[in-house]
Protein backbone atom coordinates (compact mmCIF):
# COMPACT_ATOMS: atom_id res chain seq x y z
CA UNK A 1 0.00 0.00 0.00
CA UNK A 2 2.77 2.16 1.14
CA UNK A 3 4.62 1.64 -2.50
CA UNK A 4 1.36 2.33 -4.37
CA UNK A 5 0.91 5.52 -2.48
CA UNK A 6 4.27 7.06 -3.22
CA UNK A 7 4.24 5.87 -6.68
CA UNK A 8 0.94 7.69 -7.16
CA UNK A 9 2.23 10.61 -5.31
CA UNK A 10 5.32 10.50 -8.01
CA UNK A 11 3.40 10.10 -11.02
CA UNK A 12 1.10 13.03 -9.89
CA UNK A 13 4.13 15.88 -8.68
CA UNK A 14 5.75 14.67 -12.23
CA UNK A 15 2.81 15.55 -14.05
CA UNK A 16 1.53 18.49 -12.12
CA UNK A 17 3.27 21.68 -13.34
CA UNK A 18 2.11 22.53 -9.98
CA UNK A 19 4.86 20.28 -8.02
CA UNK A 20 6.91 23.50 -7.63
CA UNK A 21 4.34 24.73 -5.75
CA UNK A 22 4.05 22.13 -3.31
CA UNK A 23 5.93 21.97 -0.16
CA UNK A 24 7.23 18.76 0.52
CA UNK A 25 9.50 17.08 3.61
CA UNK A 26 10.29 13.28 4.34
CA UNK A 27 10.08 11.76 7.62
CA UNK A 28 11.78 8.43 8.65
CA UNK A 29 8.83 6.56 10.59
CA UNK A 30 10.84 3.40 11.36
CA UNK A 31 13.18 5.97 13.54
CA UNK A 32 10.52 7.79 15.19
CA UNK A 33 8.47 4.22 16.28
CA UNK A 34 12.10 2.76 17.42
CA UNK A 35 12.67 6.23 19.78
CA UNK A 36 9.31 5.67 21.58
CA UNK A 37 9.42 3.89 24.63
CA UNK A 38 5.54 2.67 24.53
CA UNK A 39 6.03 1.52 21.33
CA UNK A 40 9.52 -0.61 22.62
CA UNK A 41 7.40 -2.13 25.28
CA UNK A 42 4.90 -3.17 22.61
CA UNK A 43 7.32 -4.65 20.58
CA UNK A 44 9.10 -6.45 23.55
CA UNK A 45 5.59 -7.68 24.63
CA UNK A 46 4.92 -8.74 21.19
CA UNK A 47 7.95 -10.78 20.75
CA UNK A 48 7.73 -12.45 24.38
CA UNK A 49 4.19 -13.82 22.91
CA UNK A 50 5.86 -14.72 19.60
CA UNK A 51 8.46 -16.76 21.71
CA UNK A 52 6.35 -18.26 23.94
CA UNK A 53 4.01 -19.66 21.05
CA UNK A 54 7.19 -20.53 19.55
CA UNK A 55 8.17 -22.97 21.89
CA UNK A 56 4.35 -24.13 22.50
CA UNK A 57 4.83 -25.38 18.71
CA UNK A 58 8.63 -26.69 19.08
CA UNK A 59 7.52 -29.13 22.15
CA UNK A 60 4.81 -29.98 19.67
CA UNK A 61 6.03 -31.16 16.76
CA UNK A 62 8.82 -32.83 19.18
CA UNK A 63 5.85 -34.78 20.20
CA UNK A 64 4.81 -35.94 16.83
CA UNK A 65 8.50 -37.00 16.08
CA UNK A 66 8.38 -38.86 19.57
CA UNK A 67 5.37 -40.49 17.95
CA UNK A 68 6.52 -41.36 14.33
CA UNK A 69 10.06 -42.88 15.87
CA UNK A 70 7.59 -44.80 18.02
CA UNK A 71 6.13 -45.93 15.26
CA UNK A 72 9.03 -46.77 13.44
CA UNK A 73 10.46 -48.87 16.22
CA UNK A 74 6.98 -50.60 16.23
CA UNK A 75 5.93 -51.22 12.71
CA UNK A 76 7.40 -54.60 12.50
CA UNK A 77 5.00 -55.86 15.20
CA UNK A 78 2.01 -54.24 14.37
CA UNK A 79 -0.92 -55.10 12.29
CA UNK A 80 -2.32 -53.45 9.12
CA UNK A 81 -4.45 -52.09 10.50
CA UNK A 82 -2.55 -51.10 13.63
CA UNK A 83 -0.15 -49.64 11.43
CA UNK A 84 -2.85 -47.49 9.56
CA UNK A 85 -4.61 -46.04 12.97
CA UNK A 86 -0.99 -45.18 14.06
CA UNK A 87 -0.18 -43.39 10.76
CA UNK A 88 -3.50 -41.32 10.91
CA UNK A 89 -2.89 -40.65 14.64
CA UNK A 90 0.63 -39.12 13.48
CA UNK A 91 -0.85 -36.99 10.48
CA UNK A 92 -3.79 -35.70 12.85
CA UNK A 93 -1.50 -34.83 14.98
CA UNK A 94 0.78 -33.34 12.69
CA UNK A 95 -2.24 -31.37 11.23
CA UNK A 96 -2.95 -29.96 14.60
CA UNK A 97 0.66 -28.52 14.69
CA UNK A 98 0.44 -26.81 11.53
CA UNK A 99 -3.14 -25.19 12.56
CA UNK A 100 -2.06 -23.85 15.91
CA UNK A 101 1.06 -22.42 13.75
CA UNK A 102 -1.46 -20.82 11.42
CA UNK A 103 -3.83 -19.51 14.46
CA UNK A 104 -0.97 -17.83 16.29
CA UNK A 105 1.34 -16.43 13.29
CA UNK A 106 -1.05 -16.79 10.03
CA UNK A 107 -2.12 -13.63 8.20
CA UNK A 108 -4.94 -13.21 10.51
CA UNK A 109 -3.80 -15.15 13.60
CA UNK A 110 -3.42 -14.01 17.08
CA UNK A 111 -0.11 -12.62 16.69
CA UNK A 112 -1.07 -10.38 14.03
CA UNK A 113 -4.31 -9.33 16.35
CA UNK A 114 -2.44 -8.55 19.18
CA UNK A 115 0.18 -6.32 17.04
CA UNK A 116 -2.96 -4.60 15.91
CA UNK A 117 -4.04 -4.16 19.30
CA UNK A 118 -0.88 -3.14 20.55
CA UNK A 119 0.62 -1.29 17.90
CA UNK A 120 -1.62 0.47 15.94
CA UNK A 121 -2.73 3.19 18.85
CA UNK A 122 0.99 4.41 18.43
CA UNK A 123 0.98 4.49 15.03
CA UNK A 124 -2.11 5.96 14.32
CA UNK A 125 -0.66 8.70 16.85
CA UNK A 126 2.61 9.36 14.78
CA UNK A 127 0.44 9.91 11.67
CA UNK A 128 -1.33 12.03 13.78
CA UNK A 129 1.64 14.16 14.70
CA UNK A 130 2.76 14.44 11.52
CA UNK A 131 -0.69 15.32 10.06
CA UNK A 132 -0.80 17.98 12.48
CA UNK A 133 2.68 19.08 11.94
CA UNK A 134 2.19 19.06 7.97
CA UNK A 135 -1.05 21.30 8.92
CA UNK A 136 0.77 24.00 11.52
CA UNK A 137 4.03 24.41 8.82
CA UNK A 138 2.09 24.69 5.37
CA UNK A 139 3.36 20.90 4.16
CA UNK A 140 1.26 19.73 1.59
CA UNK A 141 3.14 16.14 0.98
CA UNK A 142 5.26 14.28 3.80
CA UNK A 143 6.83 11.05 2.68
CA UNK A 144 8.20 7.83 4.52
CA UNK A 145 11.93 7.67 4.25
CA UNK A 146 11.73 4.27 6.10
CA UNK A 147 9.74 3.04 2.42
CA UNK A 148 12.10 3.92 -0.03
CA UNK A 149 10.69 2.42 -2.81
CA UNK A 150 10.25 5.27 -5.64
CA UNK A 151 12.22 7.61 -4.13
CA UNK A 152 15.87 7.67 -5.68
CA UNK A 153 17.18 10.94 -3.55
CA UNK A 154 16.15 13.00 -0.56
CA UNK A 155 17.70 16.14 0.19
CA UNK A 156 18.57 16.20 4.02
CA UNK A 157 16.81 19.22 4.45
CA UNK A 158 13.55 17.84 4.09
CA UNK A 159 14.11 15.35 6.71
CA UNK A 160 11.59 16.21 9.69
CA UNK A 161 11.85 13.29 11.62
CA UNK A 162 13.33 14.86 14.62
CA UNK A 163 11.01 17.92 14.49
CA UNK A 164 7.99 14.71 15.01
CA UNK A 165 9.83 13.01 17.18
CA UNK A 166 10.14 16.39 19.62
CA UNK A 167 6.07 16.36 19.55
CA UNK A 168 5.56 12.89 20.13
CA UNK A 169 8.20 12.45 23.00
CA UNK A 170 7.63 16.03 24.95
Same mark, same amino acid.
Given at each position: ???? @??????? #???????????????? +?????????? +??????????????????????????? *???????????? !? @????? *???????????????????????? =?????????????????????? #??????????? +??? !?????? #???????? =? !? +????????????
Amino acid at each position: MKYF @LIFFISI #ALASSGVAQSQRTAVV +DIDEILSSME +DYQKAQDQLDEIAERWRQEIAQEMDQV *KSMYNKYQAEQV !L @LSDEM *KREREEEIMEKEKQVRDMQREKFG =AEGELFNKRQELVAPIQNEVYK #AISSYADSRGY +DII !LDRSAT #AGIVFIND =A !L +DKTEDIKKILLR
